[in-house]
């Protein structure tokens, strides 16, 4: 199977600063691939890159094989490729369905009188919403009445129905409880399931392990290695992340300084 | 993993939607559903200052009254909505009020003369729209501004505003050498223009003979397919329509026309008295006739009361019985005896009193409803509270100093806590007892029939008296037939979709048909009016303009894509950006929509005066920001509406309009904005609250 997206030896540079270098994976059709790294390891530039927020410096970002630099976020969207970010996701005020098809309403009549066609984008929302498992309770509630999980589940079904072939997902579960974590966790699989290259970036690798088929592991701004799950385990993937010599000094000086507890 | 998977949130099962959804989401009534909109605050507050004027000063319930508060709120109304829009989109614009005074005199300098006078000496063809490309580009200049340099628009159309406070100043010294700028009567096909910009209706000139006929179907007609349209969303339909509903719908409706008739052809107080009786009569059989037509009947209806439900009941009838008396014992006519003696107590007793009611009232609504699962109901008893308050504080801070003060103080308040408690019982006993809250609603319709009848006897102004009278009558009736109705059919639970559809219609078209019946008694007169020498009232253009105004920033906001965008810019500006909304390029257009509206003001006032000072609009900026605030826009962007910006500016014309009227000294008028403003802010503070939190 070819890539949807094949990154080669990325990087990044701001003025003399280098905030991303030699990043190299990709990402597949059906397949959960996830991006690990500790704060300022450099995965929020990685997704920047991504989704067209910004542009890479060097290496070459393939898109179905074919070449790209991204000037806009639009851009990306438009080539299918979809951000969902942590708190910018939604607009608490607005109702679920007009945050739903915010940017690609639905409309009606001719110019210069056209509107939003307000009953088709209601009951579309509320089937997509519903074929992701996501049961909202009335269309016109506002977002800021949603729960954090579901919330970040409105934004992935979002991408899914405007035709995204690639799903961004920034840090979704930080922010969110257990359960909830468990939640869209659940809705990134349902993502994958319906064909979708996922690309779920976050900083904890339980979260990361059941769900991802391939992980990337970012560390001050390089990639430390790029794994298929069958070669690594889970374990191997938290020494990578923290990295690996470094914490096991770190739970040495704990447990001395703990008393051993 | 899977078990993490499957495990939903405690509070929200699993189930399968069709029967979650009776269960999570309860269906909204008619009522609630309104609560949540932005602009109803403003409306209960405009309808509550009106109420207010026409009592205190009679020539608000008349057309010299009425046409120039419309008059007002135009020019202001106009700023207001787009002023609005550009506060959703989480702006401000501190050189709108000056821009249109700049707009108008750019105008008129185009069309000046040139030679000594100065002036470009254009026709107005070629000058009004070079100076709509002036407000583009003045609006382009701000949003382009604030949008390249990240500063706050607040300090950005601060410089605006006195860069043109300046060159307003400047230019009109430079060019004609004189700060008032002169006139646009001079510039080519100004005939037609002002037919466009300056047109008046003057209410003398146009008779009906009629219109008092129209007005009586449209607004009856209006206010039948108003309740109509509630029976429809409120209730569930039956299988089968009712014939003997239907027949006692007939009944009532012939019997409302007789009771017209009956007043129609009387002066006496006793035919009004039996005329009065067969309408309210007659329209409670019509109303129940209407559900026993249409609608399913509840089974099982019960009647207990409980202590707390009696007792609220028992103390509200007391104090709407006080209201009355109080007004009654302190007669117009020997008033000052009266007022000698308790002159030095009317102001502790008023600040007490009012300290107290309020007080009171907030505790009531504290202890009442907290943790009640109906958190609307609440919402309403607590702006109604907070409305009611505030317009006791300010009748209290501005009547005091007029004769018949006390009086009329002690009335409001104590009948107006009066019906609060009398509603607050109903609810009360609603929880436990169906029957018993209809017995509460009859015994409310029947105080406000008391007070309709005390009313028509007690008060000295005609106008008031008999329209007061009327409205009181259509209340209690309404009141009755809810009382009768509210309880014993099946109210809905769950959405009816051609039921909701119909019903909204109807309501459309029943408040259409009461506006166009108020309008045409606004507009038009007749003999008995022009032999009783009415002031010769005028309907100008600008209203027109201010409607279209508003109708079209409705639309847009509500539903069209640019709207969408508005709310997401101002809601959460990153947000919108992500997702591919031109955040940058909406600001910037909804900067361009205020300077047009503002071209559109300036060239109004500029055919209204055909001159304008240079200062013409500095300052106006916060008032239309008032006005925005108070029909329902958050300072802080993202929620708002451009129908309660209209409404807002209402509320601010009937204040600079009311307070001249009422004969107070005008220059109150601050002090009464000050305080619609901090009611409108508190309130809008709570219903964003509930909207972000509520679930």
């Not at chain 2, 207010?52 to 010299?64: D, I, K, R, S």
């Not at chain 2, 397919?225 to 027949?247: C, K, M, Q, S, T």
């Not at chain 2, 409305?387 to 504080?393: E, G, K, N, Q, R």
């Not at chain 2, 071209?599 to 055909?610: D, Y």
Request: include cysteine; charged fraction near 15%; charge should be neutral.
């Amino acid at each position: 199977m070819s890539a949807l997206i094949e990154l080669e030896n990325i990087g990044k540079f701001y003025g003399n600063i280098v905030a991303l270098q030699g990043v190299t994976t990709e990402v597949h059709a059906g397949e959960v691939t996830c991006v690990l790294g500790d704060n300022g390891a450099g995965k929020s530039t990685f997704i920047k890159i991504l989704a067209g927020v910004h542009q890479h410096s060097e290496g070459t970002l393939k898109l179905e094989g074919e070449e790209v630099s991204f000037g806009s976020p639009r851009e990306a969207l438009d080539r299918g490729i979809a951000a969902v970010y942590q708190d910018l996701a939604m607009v608490p005020l607005m109702s679920v369905w007009r945050n739903f098809f915010l940017g690609a309403e639905p409309t009606k009549g001719v110019w210069p009188v056209r509107w939003v066609d307000t009953g088709k984008a209601k009951s579309v929302a509320k089937a997509e919403l519903a074929k992701m498992g996501i049961d909202i309770r009335d269309t016109e509630q506002p977002v800021g009445t949603l729960s954090g999980g579901e919330r970040q589940s409105v934004a992935i079904a979002r991408a899914v129905h405007f035709g995204a072939k690639v799903l961004i997902l920034d840090e979704p579960t930080s922010a969110l409880g257990v359960k909830q974590s468990g939640v869209v966790l659940k809705y990134i699989l349902a993502a994958r399931d319906r064909g979708l290259g996922v690309i779920f970036i976050t900083h904890n690798p339980h979260h990361a392990y059941p769900v991802g088929d391939r992980f990337m592991i970012l560390n001050r701004g390089k990639s430390m290695g790029n794994f298929p799950k069958d070669e690594i385990s889970r374990d191997e993937l938290v020494q990578m992340m923290a990295g690996g010599a470094e914490l096991d000094q770190l739970t040495h000086e704990l447990e001395s300084a703990g008393g051993g507890g | 993993m899977t078990d993490t998977a499957v495990v939903k949130e405690s509070d929200k099962p699993a189930a399968a939607p069709a029967a979650a959804d009776d269960e999570r989401l309860a269906y909204r009534g008619v009522f609630q559903r309104l609560l949540v909109r932005p602009e109803i605050g403003a409306i209960i507050g405009a309808a509550a200052i009106w109420a207010f004027f026409w009592a205190v000063a009679n020539e608000f319930g008349t057309a010299g009254g009425i046409l120039p508060v419309l008059a007002v709120s135009s020019t202001l109304g106009i700023m207001a909505v787009a002023v609005s829009l550009l506060m959703i989109g989480g702006e401000f614009d501190l050189s709108s009020g000056a821009a249109t005074g700049a707009l108008g005199i750019v105008t008129i300098l185009l069309v000046r003369d040139i030679g000594e006078l100065g002036g470009a000496g254009l026709s107005l063809w070629v000058a009004i729209p070079l100076s709509l490309v002036v407000a583009l580009a003045l609006g382009w200049f701000n949003g382009t501004m604030v949008e390249r340099t990240k500063l706050p628009s607040f300090i950005v159309t601060l410089a605006t505003f006195f860069i043109l406070r300046g060159f307003k100043l400047g230019f009109s010294k430079l060019i004609i050498d004189n700060i008032t700028v002169g006139s646009i009567e001079d510039g080519g096909g100004h005939a037609f223009w002002v037919k466009v910009f300056g047109s008046t209706w003057v209410r003398n000139d146009h008779q009906l003979e009629i219109r008092d006929a129209i007005y009586t179907i449209a607004m009856l007609g209006g206010i039948a397919l108003l309740v109509f349209a509630v029976y429809e969303l409120a209730y569930v339909r039956r299988d089968r329509l009712n014939p003997a509903g239907l027949i006692a719908l007939v009944a009532g409706i012939a019997g409302v026309v007789v009771g017209i008739l009956v007043m129609h052809g009387t002066d006496g107080v006793s035919s009004n008295t039996l005329a009065a009786a067969i309408i309210g009569g007659s329209g409670i059989v019509g109303l129940v006739g209407l559900a026993l037509w249409r609608y399913q009947p509840a089974s099982g209806v019960t009647m207990s009361f409980d202590s707390k439900a009696l007792t609220n009941a028992g103390v509200g009838i007391g104090l709407v019985v006080l209201g009355l008396l109080a007004a009654w014992q302190i007669d117009v006519q020997s008033q000052e005896s009266v007022l000698d003696l308790v002159g030095l107590l009317k102001w502790p007793l008023v600040i007490l009193g009012g300290m107290g009611a309020g007080y009171s009232l907030i505790q009531r609504g504290v202890v009442e409803f907290a943790g009640d699962s109906n958190e609307q109901v609440n919402a309403w008893f607590r702006v109604g509270a907070a409305a009611v308050a505030t317009a006791f504080v300010v009748y209290a801070f501005m009547f005091m100093t007029t004769e018949q003060g006390l009086r009329a103080i002690l009335f409001g308040l104590l009948v107006g806590a009066g019906f609060i408690m009398l509603a607050m019982a109903a609810n009360e006993a609603g929880r436990t007892s169906a029957g018993a809250k209809s017995a509460i609603q009859l015994v409310t319709a029947a105080s406000i029939l008391a007070l309709a009848f005390f009313i028509r006897d007690q008060s000295t102004s005609v106008k008031f008296r008999s329209e007061v009278f009327t409205i009181l009558l259509v209340l209690a009736m309404v009141v009755g037939a809810w009382a009768l109705t509210g309880f014993r059919f099946e109210t809905r639970k769950a959405a009816h979709l051609s039921a909701d559809k119909l019903g909204t219609r109807v309501g459309i078209v029943g408040m259409v048909s009461m506006l166009v019946g108020l309008a045409i008694k606004l507009l038009f007169t007749t003999d008995a009016e022009i032999a009783a020498g009415l002031p010769r009232a005028q309907f100008r253009v600008e209203f027109l303009w201010f409607i279209l105004v508003a109708a079209i920033a409705t639309f847009v906001l509500g539903r069209t894509k640019f709207g969408s965008w508005i709310f997401a810019v101002g809601g959460n500006k990153e947000a919108a950006r992500q997702i591919g909304v031109p955040a940058a390029r909406t600001k910037t257009q909804l900067f361009m929509i205020v300077s047009v509206a503002a071209w559109l003001v300036g060239l109004l006032l500029a055919f209204r005066l055909n001159t304008l000072q240079s200062g013409t609009g500095n300052g106006l900026e916060f008032e239309y920001i008032i006005a925005a605030v108070v029909g329902g826009t958050f300072l802080t962007g993202g929620y708002g509406s451009a129908f309660g910006a209209s409404i807002g500016a209402l509320i601010m014309a009937m204040s600079k309009q009311g307070i001249p009227a009422a004969r107070w000294n005008s220059d109150w008028r601050f002090a009464f904005l000050g305080v619609i403003l901090l009611a409108a802010v508190i309130a809008n503070n709570y219903i964003r609250t509930k909207a972000e939190s509520a679930r």
